[in-house]
């Protein structure tokens, strides 16, 4: 059974950082792409930022220049760097994964910026 646990999350204010992690586990032959998505109150999940197995990344146009994707291939691990965080990307973050060719996802996490 493969899951995905992000942690991370919290209350941070406005212009602040925050790391996200989501580890995969379970008996994990490969791993392909891998991305965060978002879904705030009231509004459709939206991807956030998106990493292939060879870590070419893109993103939200929303997200462009303040966070940041990156894998760590070896704990099968991704990770979403936020800075300058605004109030607009408070939401809960999902990660997602495909993993032996299947799609995964994560329970997600809390992201509260607010002041």
Known sequence: ????????????????PLRLSCAASGTIFSIDA???????????????AHITSGSKTNYA???KGRFTISR?????TVYLQL???KPEDTAVYYCHGIINKYEYW?????VTVSS
């Open 1 to 16: 059974q493969v899951q995905l646990v992000e942690s991370g999350g919290g209350l941070v204010q406005p212009g602040g």
């Open 34 to 48: 891998m991305g965060w998505y978002r879904q705030a109150p009231g509004k459709q999940r939206e991807l956030v």
């Open 61 to 63: 146009d929303s997200v």
């Open 72 to 76: 760590d291939n070896a704990k099968n």
């Open 83 to 85: 800075n300058s965080l």
């Open 106 to 110: 994560g329970q997600g996490t809390q």
